[in-house]
């Protein structure tokens, strides 16, 4: 390996027989085949417009950016060689390199950058923040990319790896412990959620209390998001005089309060509440239940006073 070194100077551009090309670290960049295509193409018309990058491992000339390229050279024939470019890196390094050199321009895909990350960390022994200074990133960079796949279940981690799943979707799951991620997973495959969607799901399964609710968010999903957010926010309005600004405001905090109550009583007040609560709370509610009944009352005359010519 020595010889090769001398040989063959650092940053010097060489032609390489595909043949001697290693890809043992294709594993941690994705296949795109229509990106593939589209180099083949390229390569065919106007032929290599950039080397590719190796390094010398185990006496082996293993690939580190160009892996698209090789690919495509693979394809045509007539090809049997790539103008290669040396770098002078270590197994380490060449990993991170596979990250940097792609910073700028069509930079990894994120979950490319979570094997890149997951295998300085995991597989070299790197410390988070070892790996954030050879990547040049932040420890919390570092740290969501190795949570991209180790706080994903199994299912959503495979789906991941096949482009099933967006890295947008991935990020959202692992808000949930890994038990509860693959009901979520199945809920937005089946309601086709969008990540701005599973968001909010998170939300509510994070704070469901009960097994009840946490159903009812599963089984529809965009239901319960219209009933968390069908709350009518009053914000001063100039078309309302000072009195109609005012009922404005008192509807909001009663439609507010309303449906606070109702999610209260529908999912949680029966599994929170004691014995000793029973009595002391059972006028109150049977007053609630009187005063809703007149104020549904009054309200509907209402609105048809309102809706006179």
């Known amino acids: 390996m020595t010889d090769r070194v001398i040989t063959w100077p650092q940053d010097e551009v060489r032609p390489l027989s595909l043949e001697r090309i290693d890809e043992r670290l294709h594993r941690y960049r994705l296949a795109q085949p229509k990106v593939e295509k589209s180099m083949a193409q390229s390569l065919e018309r106007y032929g290599q417009v950039s080397p590719v990058v190796i390094c010398l491992q185990e006496e082996e000339y293993v690939l580190i950016d160009g892996f698209k390229r090789l690919t495509a050279a693979r394809r045509l024939k007539g090809m049997t060689s790539l103008q290669a470019r040396r770098m002078d890196v270590d197994e380490q390094g060449a990993k991170a390199a596979i990250y940097n050199l792609n910073r700028i321009g069509q930079r990894p895909l994120e979950l490319e950058e979570s094997w890149i990350v997951h295998a300085l960390v995991r597989e070299d022994g790197l410390s988070q923040v070892e790996a954030a200074q050879l990547l040049g990133r932040h420890k919390s960079w570092v740290n969501r990319r190795l949570a991209m796949l180790e706080r994903l279940c199994d299912a959503a981690r495979e789906e991941l790896r096949l482009g099933l799943l967006t890295p947008a979707v991935a990020r959202q799951l692992t808000r949930l412990p890994r038990g509860n991620q693959s009901g979520a997973l199945q809920a937005a495959r089946e309601a086709s959620l969008t990540s701005r969607e599973l968001s909010g799901v998170v939300d509510l399964l994070l704070a469901s209390s009960t097994q009840e609710q946490t159903a009812f968010v599963l089984s529809d999903p965009r239901q319960a998001l219209r009933q968390a957010e069908d709350?009518?926010?009053?914000?001063?309005?100039?078309?309302?005089?000072v009195?109609?600004?005012?009922?404005?405001?008192?509807?909001a905090l009663l439609l507010d309060c309303l449906a606070k109550m109702q999610s209260w009583l529908r999912y949680q007040g029966r599994g929170e509440l004691q014995a000793c609560d029973r009595k002391p709370l059972e006028s109150g509610f049977e007053r609630l239940v009187t005063e809703a009944r007149l104020t549904a009352e009054a309200g509907e005359d209402f609105v048809k006073e309102l809706r006179l010519p």
Do not use: E, Y
């Not at 709350?231 to 005089?241: A, G, K, Y």
């Not at 009195?243 to 509807?251: C, I, P």
């Open 231 to 241: 709350r009518f926010v009053h914000h001063w309005d100039p078309r309302l005089s």
């Open 243 to 251: 009195a109609g600004n005012r009922a404005a405001k008192r509807l």
